[in-house]
């Protein structure tokens, strides 16, 4: 639910930024110089102005910048075009129309290339691959990115770069690689600090804040807030210190610490007393009421919604309208006003239906422009490769005719090179001698390193078999220094188990749990370490028994009897009595374990899980089926692999270090088994293990 405020408060926050950042009094300033009668400062007079209309009056950008680019033709100033059709590009991407911003995106490109404008070649390279950042295609997106930064990092061009910057930030973001994103977004904090320009660090530092937060590193997170309401502080920029402590408030939100995140709340509302923009007001009236209805202030939190949901019907705002429904039913529900409950929630279901539709809309309207600009890069390509093959026509004959000049000059040459063939005949013939006397001493070097190739080989096979008792000795090391790193954490949390017995505050209890969690991961991170090395040092051929197929499922369901009841969820084992198998019984119960362990945990609370097993012609099989988080096609490349991180999260704050399935692939390989996922995103997911039978049991 929290994450649900988070994503619907944060969408229409950054809205509000896009229009704050419509600098007025800048543009008015700019409107006054257009009188001038020196075309080269109009030109750049008209493309500052459409620049800064660019985010809430994209027409009037298309205006101004084509009237810059009339006039660089009209003044014969060419070599300037690429800049204003980037701008124009800038314009249309604005309003949505991703065609026409990707037509005038590659004209700019064009001009740029004939022009040697580096600048604008790497800033057209840019727009272009945000257009298919947009539409989803991150691999064009990145190639598009990545040379765009090339260009601006040989010439040196710094605000370039951090453009470059932010845009993989982003990309990076939109993959969930948040740490790829906080370097990039660092590294254009550091640039625009270089520059007078506060409102570029201020945007820079909420974003670097953002992704902390999403990292759960709320103390960095934290920092970088702090650092931005200083600078808007320093510069009086109320309107900004308004959305920096909006955003701590939505932070405190997450973490429950609601009180702290009602006094933040309070403090964006007093800085936008005296603004005008009903977006940012309405913003913050939705944030008091998620945290006085989670305070459990009911009649409070239904003032706020009730304004929230006024002023949002007035401002054709269906995201707010609908979300303040929905927290107005739940308030009515808790009251016992079910009438009133069910109108609100009713009026919920019609909003969001209408907000599914248009995120529908756009989806597809995203895939029309994308099939579009597919088909425009064709047509360039078909194009290109047409003026490729006019011009290997007239390389082909400018080639025949310098075929006839040279024949003609041959044939000359000839007549003059009989003259001196007799005597260079003479002179080669000693250099033959030569020659192979360099040979036969070549040979002899060669015979020489092949013997000292040798002698690298037999050093190298010794270093070999030393690096592999290096190996030994390292997993040996792991496996003591992970087993002495158990009794600590084991302290630890016996340490937390008596700090609770004592009389502690709220905070305190918070800061006792989260250290308890902590060490239970520790020692679930350990555990798994201690298996993955004992695994890989026992090589040992498995030692089969004859067990009875259905009680090992259930033995291993009854070990997890506590978690099932934590998460209100249920196991349902389908196999026959008495399937009587012979395998390892160890290694049969580590893959059911792991496999068993990961459906609780990536599963949503009061789920089921469905177990089966049973008998095939060459062995037995078994699956599991969980109804929770799923696996994407980007999951299934990585599967398998050690400390591999997915898109599924656990849904009740459980540890989770990526070894589980690398233990059963392992495991399931020295059975000779074979391992199968089937899946659907966020619906279910099954892993169907078959196993060969052994031929009897060890003795």
């Not at 840019?126 to 691999?139: A, D, P, T, V």
């Not at 701590?248 to 005296?274: C, H, P, V």
């Not at 399931?668 to 997911?685: A, H, P």
């Amino acid at each position: 639910m929290k994450r649900f405020i988070l994503i619907s408060v944060i969408f229409v926050g950054l809205v509000s930024r896009n229009l704050l950042s419509q600098n007025l009094d800048y543009i008015d300033s700019l409107k006054t110089k257009l009188d001038t009668s020196n075309t080269e400062n109009l030109f750049e007079n008209y493309l500052r102005i459409g620049w800064e209309y660019r985010k809430s009056f994209p027409d009037s950008t298309i205006f101004f910048s084509q009237r810059a680019l009339d006039l660089a033709k009209g003044a014969e100033m060419q070599f300037k075009t690429a800049k204003p059709l980037n701008y124009i590009g800038v314009g249309y991407y604005y309003k949505g129309e991703n065609v026409k911003a990707f037509e005038y995106y590659n004209q700019a490109k064009d001009s740029a290339i004939i022009n040697a404008d580096s600048v604008q070649y790497g800033h057209s390279l840019n727009n272009i691959g945000r257009i298919y950042f947009n539409q989803g295609n991150y691999i064009e997106a990145y190639d598009y990115f990545f040379r765009s930064l090339e260009i601006f990092e040989a010439i040196q061009d710094y605000p370039s770069i951090s453009y470059g910057y932010k845009s993989l930030a982003e990309l990076y973001q939109s993959q969930d690689n948040y740490e790829k994103a906080l370097e990039m977004s660092l590294k254009t904090a550091d640039i625009r600090k270089e520059f007078d320009d506060p409102s570029g660090v201020i945007s820079i530092y909420l974003e670097i804040a953002g992704i902390y937060v999403k990292m759960g590193n709320y103390n960095n997170g934290l920092t970088y807030f702090t650092k931005a309401y200083d600078i808007a502080e320093e510069t009086e920029d109320e309107v900004n210190l308004a959305i920096i402590k909006l955003n701590i408030a939505k932070m405190n939100t997450e973490r429950g610490r609601f009180e702290i995140a009602l006094s933040n709340a309070k403090d964006a509302l007093k800085f936008l007393s005296k603004s005008q923009n009903k977006n940012l007001l309405n913003q913050t009236n939705f944030q008091l009421g998620v945290i006085y209805f989670y305070r459990g202030n009911y009649d409070i939190a239904k003032g706020y919604f009730t304004s929230v949901k006024e002023i949002s019907s007035e401002n054709n705002d269906i995201t707010f309208e609908r979300d303040a429904f929905y927290y107005l039913s739940k308030i009515y529900e808790r009251e016992g006003n079910l009438t009133a409950a069910y109108n609100n929630f009713k009026a919920y279901e019609g909003l969001k239906e209408k907000t599914d539709n248009a995120n529908t809309a756009r989806q597809i309207e995203r895939l029309e422009s994308r099939l579009a600009i597919e088909l425009k890069e064709k047509e360039n390509q078909i194009l290109v490769l047409n003026q490729e093959a006019y011009k290997e026509v007239i390389r082909k004959q400018r080639a025949l005719n310098y075929a006839l000049i040279a024949i003609v000059l041959l044939v000359l040459l000839m007549l003059v090179m009989l003259f001196f063939t007799a005597r260079k005949r003479r002179r080669q013939n000693r250099l033959l001698l030569l020659k192979n006397k360099q040979i036969e001493e070549q040979q002899l070097k060669i015979t020489n390193q092949n013997k000292e190739i040798k002698i690298q080989n037999d050093k190298l096979i010794i270093r070999n078999q030393e690096l592999d008792d290096l190996n030994n000795e390292k997993d040996s090391m792991l496996g003591i220094v992970a087993h002495d790193m158990k009794a600590p954490f084991h302290r630890i949390k016996g340490l937390t188990e008596l700090l609770r017995l004592s009389k502690l505050n709220e905070e305190q209890e918070q800061y006792v749990k989260m250290i308890r969690n902590n060490s239970k991961h520790g020692m679930y991170l350990i555990n798994d370490l201690l298996d993955v090395n004992a695994i890989e040092i026992d090589k040992d051929k498995p030692v089969p028994s004859q067990l009875d197929l259905k009680r090992v499922i259930e033995d291993i369901v009854t070990t997890y009897v506590v978690e099932l009841s934590n998460k209100e969820m249920n196991v349902q084992v389908e196999c026959e009595p008495n399937s009587i198998i012979i395998t390892d019984k160890v290694y049969l119960d580590r893959i059911l374990d792991n496999l068993l362990s990961n459906a609780i945990k990536f599963s949503d609370l009061g789920s089921e899980i469905i177990i089966k097993g049973g008998k095939s012609e060459k062995g037995f099989w078994v699956s599991v089926k969980d109804f929770g988080q799923g696996f994407t096609e980007l999951d299934r490349e990585k599967l398998f692999k050690k400390f591999s991180k997915l898109s599924a999260r656990p849904t009740g704050g459980e540890s989770s270090n990526g070894l589980g399935l690398a233990i059963v692939k392992t495991l399931v390989d020295r059975l000779g088994g074979k391992i199968k996922l089937t899946s659907e995103k966020e619906k279910f997911s099954e892993f169907t293990v078959n196993f060969p039978l052994f031929d009897e049991v060890a003795p």
